[in-house]
C-alpha cells in the first residue's frame, strides 16, 4: 500500500493506506481520530466535516491520495481545552442533544466564523444547511455561533486594546 | 478493553480502569440487596459491589466519591440525547447533597442484580425511577453520615450532610464525603433512608447544564462506533436486498483478494465481510459476489400495501364503541368520509446501527450503543449459551435510539463473527444498511367518517384504523387486550374530545416489513389522524378549531389549560403575515400532554414552510426544565421531518430508500422557530423523549388546511397544490 503524510492537527503522521480511503477512515482506523463521524459516507449529512487546508470539507468524500501533504484539522485540534469560543458557545448553549453529529457542526461553525467574523442568519444557513441533526439542535445552534461571535469579537476588541496599551506603555 | 487511549478518553473510563487493574472481573459480589420494592427498575439502593469497589470510592451501585472529593454517578439508562444521564443524576445529587459542579455520570455495567432490567425507553426513565434514584443517593448520604458520627461518636441527630461533606456543628467539626466514602461503603444500609418534602429540592426543577455536553463538543465522547479495542476488526453485513429473501451461494474469493480482508463469512442475517478496517471490509463487500433466493413478495410496493390495509380495514375488533355511531351517522344532517394514509418510517438515527463483541471460550463482552443493555445480554447468551454472568454490556453513548436501538439485530451480527473469528469484531451498519435492512414504524390506513349535529358541533367519530401489528410481531403480548395491540389505537382508543357517538376499531395485518417502535409509536400517526380530522369536522360545522376543542376537552382541564397557554403564547386568532396560518393539535401520550401551535406558509412551488411552533407541554413535574424544552425541539423537528418528507419506499419486494437523499430530514433553514412552555403543577409525572412528536403533523396539516381548504390525508406531505 502506498504511503502517505499528512499534517493533523499541526503534527506530521505518515501511514499507508489503500489510495482510496477516504480521509474519514484514515483519520478514525488509522490515526484513531475518532471525533470525525461516519453518518452517511455519500456526502449527505456533513457529520465528517473537517478542515483542509482551512476550508470545511467533509471527509468522506476525500480519497487519500488527494489530501497528500495537505494541512488537516479535525475537531480533537480545534482547541486543547474546549477554549475554542464555538466549543464554549455550545456549552453555554446546551446545545448538543445525541451529540454525535456536533463535532461536524462545530467544524462547520468554525470554518464560517474564521471567514465571516459576524455572520448573519442567512450566512449561517447558508454554512451549515448541509450538517445534519437528528435531534433538532438547530436553533441552539444558530444561538451559539452568534454567542461565540460575539466572544470572538470581544476577545479581539480586548486583545487590541490590551495590545495599544502596551504600546502606549512603551512609547509613554 | 485494556486500550489505554480508550481507556482515557472514555465516559466509561472507570470500568476500564477497573478492568484493567484487576481484580473486578465478571462476577463481582453484590454485598447487600435490599427486598425488592415492587418495581421493575428499583432494586434495593443498598446495592453495592463488594470491597474492591469500595477500596474505588464506590458507597453503593450508583456513588462513588473520587479521592478529590468528584462525585461520579452511575446511571443505568441509556443516553440517547434524551439527557438521562443528568436527569438521573439530578435525582441522585438531590438527596446525596452535593456541589452540581463536581458531579460526573456515566453509564453503569449492565448488572440486573444491582440494577435491575434496563431497557430505555417508553419515554419512562425517570418517571419510573423518581423514587429508586432519590433513594440511591439517600442511602449513599446517610451511609456517610454514618460513617462520620462513627469516626466523631456523634449521634446522627447531631450531624448533617452539606455540600459533599459531614458536618457537626456541636464541635465544629467537618469531613469530605472523600474522607467517608470507603468506610461508608463497610456499614449496613439504611432501610428507609428519609427523602426530602417537594420544597425542600435544591437541584430537582433546576436548569443545571448538561453532564454529558463538555465531551460533546472536542470529539471525546465515546459512541458505539468509536470503541478500539485491541486487535478488533471490522465487519460489514451484506443483507438479503429482497424482503423475506434470503442468501443462497456466494463467491468470495475476489472479497478475499482485496487488501485487509479476513475473512467472508455467512451468518443468521447475511453474508460478513470481515477486515482490518471500515474501508477494507467496504472494498471487499463490493467484490463479493451473492446469488440470492429471491423472497415472495416481488410485487408489494407502497401502494400495495395501502390497497392492503383498506382491504382488511372493515374486519377489525372493536376499541372503543359510544353512543350509536351507525345510526347517528345515517340520520346525521351534515357528514363527510375520508381515508387517512400512513407511511413506514426510518429511524436514522445519526449514528447508524453497531456493536462491537469479544467472545472466547468463557466470556462475551459488548461495546455497544443500545437501549437495552439487558436485551443485548440475552441475546448474546441465546448464541454464546452463556449464563448471565459470562456476559458483560458496556454502554456506549448512543448517536440517536428513537426506539431503534432496542431491537438487538446489530448485537447478534456482532456476537456471531467474533464467535467465529476468535478476535473482536465490530459490526457496522453502512447507512444503507441502516435504512434499507432497517425496523420500521408501520404503514396503515384509516377510514374515517363524521358528522356534526344542527349546530355545527361534532357528532360522530367512526375511525377504522388498519395497520400490522408491532406487539403481534414481537410476540410482545402484555401489550395486547383483547386482541387489540394497544400501541395502534393509542390517542384513540382515548380520543379526549367529547364526542357522543365514537366508534373505534383497528384491524391487524401481516405485510413482510419488519416493525418497530419508533418514537411516540402509534401517537405518531394517530396524533396526525385525529387531530387533522377533528379539524375536518370543525370545517364542516363552521367551527374554530380552538373553541371546539374547548367546548369538546371539558372533561380535561390539563389539555385545556395546555391549549389556552399555546393560545395565548402563540397569539393565535391575531393576523399573520399574508399567506401564513396557525394550525393547533393537542395529543395526549406517555403521560404528558402536549398542545402545538404551528404558523405555516406555502412556497410557491407548494412546499410548506413551518415557520414557528408554540409547543406547551405538560408532564406534571420536571426535573430538569431545560431538558424537557429539549426534547419538545427534538421532538417537534423529527415529527416535522417525518410529516413533510418521511417515507421509506419499497419498489418490487425492495426496500429501496438507502440514504439521506431519499429519506429527507430537516435542515438548519427548515427548522422553525419553536418556543417551548413547560406546566409542572405538581399532576402525575409523564414522559418527555416521546410527547413531543405526534402533534406536529396534525398542527402543520391544520394550517395547510386553513391556507388551502383542503386537508391534509396521505403522509408525507411533500408539496400542496396551493389555492388557486
Known sequence: ?172 | MADPEFAAKSPLSRRSFLQVSGGLGVGLVVSFLLPACGREDAPGAGARRGAAAAANGEVNAWVRITPEGGVVLSIAKSEMGQGVLTSLAMLVAEELEVDWAKVRSEHALADTALYGKWSTGGSSSVRANFDAYRRAGATARELLVAAACERWGAPRSECRAENGEVLHPATDRRLAYAELAERAAALPPPAEPPLKARADYRVIGKDVRRLDTPAKVDGSAIFGLDVRVPGMLVAQVVRPPELGGAVDSFDASEALAVQGVRAVVEIPNGVAVVADGFWAAQSGRRKLAVVWKPGPHADLDNAGVRARCLAVVDDGIVARNDGDAEAAFAGAPQKLEAVYEFPYLAHATLEPMNCTARVDDERCELWVPTQSPTGAAEAAAKITGFDAEQIRVNTTLLGGGFGRRSAHDFVEDAVHLAKRMKAPVQVVYTREDDMKAGLYRPAGANVMRGAVDAEGWPLVWDQRIASPSIMRAKNWLSGMKDGIDMTAVEGVRNLPYAIPNLHVRWADLELPVSLHWWRSVGSSQNGWVTECFFDELCALGGKDPVEARMRLLAEHPRHRRALALAVEKAGYGQPLAEGHAHGVAVHESFGSIVAQIAEVSLAQDGAPRVHRVVCVVDCGEAIHPEGVRHQMESGITMGLSAALWGEVAIEKGHITTANFDAYPIARIDQMPRVESFVIAEGDPMGGIGEPGTPPIAGAIGNAILKLTGKPIRRLPIGRVERMA
Request: with cysteine.
Open chain 1, 1 to 172: 500500500m502506498p504511503a502517505y503524510t499528512l499534517t493533523v492537527n499541526g503534527e506530521p503522521r505518515r501511514f499507508e493506506a489503500a489510495a482510496d480511503t477516504p480521509l474519514l477512515w484514515v483519520l478514525r482506523d488509522v490515526l484513531h481520530l475518532t471525533g470525525t463521524k461516519y453518518g452517511c459516507g455519500a456526502g449527505l449529512c456533513r457529520a465528517c466535516t473537517i478542515h483542509l487546508d482551512g476550508e470545511a470539507s467533509f471527509s468522506c468524500q476525500i480519497p487519500i491520495s488527494a489530501a497528500e501533504g495537505r494541512n488537516i484539522t479535525t475537531i480533537e485540534g480545534l482547541s486543547p481545552d474546549r477554549s475554542h469560543p464555538l466549543q464554549q458557545a455550545w456549552i453555554e448553549e446546551d446545545v448538543p442533544q445525541c451529540g454525535y453529529c456536533q463535532p461536524g457542526q462545530i467544524m462547520s461553525a468554525a470554518a464560517l466564523l474564521a471567514r465571516t467574523p459576524s455572520p448573519s442568519d442567512d450566512d449561517i444557513d447558508a454554512a451549515m444547511r448541509s450538517n445534519l441533526c437528528r435531534c433538532g439542535t438547530y436553533n441552539r445552534i444558530r444561538s451559539a455561533i452568534h454567542r461565540a461571535a460575539k466572544m470572538k469579537q470581544a476577545g479581539a476588541t480586548a486583545a487590541a486594546a490590551s495590545g495599544a496599551n502596551a504600546e502606549e506603555t512603551r512609547h509613554g
